[in-house]
């Protein structure tokens, strides 16, 4: 009998179209988001991709609503650590839960990002509150994810094998597969191999955008690899989502104006090379999933 974390009806049709574009976002160590408001408004996001991985305290849930209604977005995935270490881990993992029961029940969350079983240290396990959170579906439904991070993978094709052996505990235990490429991915990533090895169990792709907020297209490999991925989804009709995350700014360059405008255009970029692939195989693509202001997600 096959295991499951989800009831059949939190199991949503996996059919072709248009993905749905985030704005991929990340919160500080001590949970600030007031930047994630400012960047989704000017570069007409609607919907973001949170990353909390990194966050020693997570964001305070009346904030984020606060701020979220003032701008109208959605937080539509969320990363988070397996464990709670350090001091003060009841208090913090009661604010955690606070923050995904909230975004699941007014903000749109459909997604939690969890580390695989090989990236868990010692701590307190959120485990056990994520499955809550999933499991009471009395307004809303959300899944768990699990989290595949290309930079954990070796540099050689031993990582196609290792991601088909994903897939298929993805398979046995009714999970959904979330890949992650951001960082110094290695040049031997096989782009398109790896998106047929984690399909169709794949509903959430991060990256960073190829192009620059100039127009200019990929200059290094690792970007390349980025392009390719984006390609191969829209050759196989993935209708998921993928989130566009904002290059990282090294702390010296705090102080000068940041570079704006590249996940807008790679946005339209995805968005056009569905619609050519569409015309190229004769097929009609559904409406835009780009969610809006007035979507009820």
Do not use: N
């Amino acid at each position: 009998m096959t295991s499951s974390f989800h009831s059949r009806q939190d199991q949503e049709p996996r059919s072709s179209g248009r993905p749905t574009i985030l704005l991929g976002a990340q919160a500080s160590r001590l949970g600030t988001v007031r930047g994630i408001v400012r960047d989704m408004s000017e570069q007409r996001f609607f919907a973001a991709d949170l990353d909390l991985r990194s966050t020693w305290l997570a964001p305070s849930w009346p904030q984020v609503a606060a701020d979220a209604s003032r701008s109208m977005i959605r937080i539509r995935s969320a990363w988070i650590t397996g464990v709670i270490v350090g001091p003060a881990t009841r208090s913090r993992l009661h604010r955690l839960s606070a923050l995904l029961r909230g975004c699941k029940e007014e903000l749109g969350l459909r997604t939690i990002v969890i580390p695989r079983a090989a990236h868990l240290r010692r701590g307190s396990s959120i485990g056990p509150a994520i499955q809550d959170i999933v499991s009471d579906r009395s307004r809303t439904s959300a899944r768990i994810a699990v989290g595949v991070r290309a930079i954990d993978f070796a540099d050689d094709r031993r990582h196609l094998d290792q991601l088909t052996a994903i897939r298929r505990m993805a398979e046995e235990w009714d999970l959904d597969i979330a890949l992650d490429l951001t960082g110094a991915v290695s040049l031997h990533w096989e782009a398109e191999a790896a998106i047929i090895r984690l399909l169709p169990r794949l509903t959430l792709v991060r990256l960073h955008p190829w192009i620059a907020s100039d127009g200019s297209g990929p200059t290094l490999d690792r970007q390349a690899i980025a392009h390719r991925t984006v390609a191969m989804l829209a050759d196989q009709g993935y209708a998921g989502s993928i989130s566009l995350a904002p290059e990282p700014v090294p702390w010296w360059t705090a102080m000068v104006a940041e570079d704006r405008g590249a996940e807008s255009l790679a946005r339209g970029l995805i968005l056009d090379r569905y619609d050519r692939q569409s015309r190229a195989s004769g097929l009609q693509t559904s409406p835009s999933q780009e969610i809006r202001p007035q979507d009820r997600l």
